[in-house]
């Protein structure tokens, strides 16, 4: 099994303004200006902060059953759906990766929410979903170089809650970081602390493609991708 392991700061991870703003809901360059003003001075506050943490593992020990639409990694059981099989029913390899931003910006969203400064409090937020994104595109780019020597290739990154796939299998998921050196935890109805976290599966294998995400045919109405996505069309 290989491990691989990444620390970043928000610096290096930082997103325009502009993607900021697709992700609100805005068109890139059209969010009304006192908006703008204050995600700049979010952006500038935090910009220093270095609790970005992400860590992934390759599996090989893994069965597909395209009847149940489910994948087993070590004989452990995800019933991913059908949406998200689709995109690893020819794996080779699985991967398993936790990401965080850390504790800092989800604090700081939730100080500003309690003392009802309620934008500068979903910037926080905002910001934060972003940074944790950015640090698990990092580490997907570092596994996609990592399998194209052995003439791999990787799918997109997916997790558990999206696309049918039931939150509670994020307990699973867990099972395999004892160590975790992201120093996420897990509520008992499997929500992460920080909050700011991801986590999820990649494949990888010689037949695997990788695909964009697919909006139009996932009921997901509250994915990060979703805003960005349809506003960048329009």
């Given at each position: ?8 700061s ?8 502009s993607?900021?703003?697709?992700t609100m809901?805005y068109?890139?360059?059209e969010?009304?200006?006192p ?6 001075e979010?952006?500038?506050?935090v ?5 970005v943490?992400a860590e ?5 020990n ?9 994948l087993?990694?070590?004989?452990t059981?995800?019933?991913t759906k ?9 794996a ?10 850390g504790?800092?910006i989800?604090e700081k ?8 400064d ?6 926080y937020?905002?910001?934060?979903s972003e940074i ?9 780019e ?31 998921l ?8 992201c ?17 999820g599966?990649?494949?990888?294998g010689v ?7 697919q909006?139009?045919?996932c ?5 990060i991708?979703?805003?960005?996505k349809?506003?960048a069309e329009?």
């Amino acid at each position: 099994m290989e491990t691989d392991r990444f620390t970043f700061s928000f610096n290096e991870l930082m997103p325009s303004v502009s993607m900021l703003e697709l992700t609100m809901g805005y068109r890139a360059g059209e969010a009304p200006e006192p908006v703008t003003i204050l995600l700049r001075e979010v952006i500038e506050e935090v910009s220093g902060l270095r609790e970005v943490k992400a860590e992934y593992r390759v599996f090989d020990n893994i069965s597909l059953d395209k009847t149940e639409k489910y994948l087993a990694v070590e004989g452990t059981r995800f019933n991913t759906k059908g949406i998200i099989f689709s995109q690893i029913s020819r794996a080779e390899n699985i991967i398993l990766f936790i990401c965080t931003a850390g504790k800092s910006i989800g604090e700081k969203s939730g100080q500003c929410m309690r003392s009802d400064d309620l934008l500068r409090g979903y910037l926080y937020d905002v910001v934060g979903s972003e940074i944790v994104e950015a640090a698990a595109g990092r580490m997907q780019e570092d596994l996609k170089k990592k399998m194209a020597t052995s003439g791999k290739k990787i799918s997109n990154r997916f997790s558990p809650g999206y696309c049918g796939w039931d939150v509670s299998e994020q307990h699973e998921l867990f099972s395999f970081f004892p160590d975790n050196f992201c120093g996420i935890t897990l509520t008992e109805s499997a929500l992460m602390q920080p909050v700011k976290s991801v986590s999820g599966i990649i494949a990888a294998g010689v037949d695997i493609k990788f695909a964009p995400y697919q909006c139009k045919i996932c009921g997901d109405k509250n994915c990060i991708y979703r805003n960005r996505k349809l506003n960048a069309e329009v």
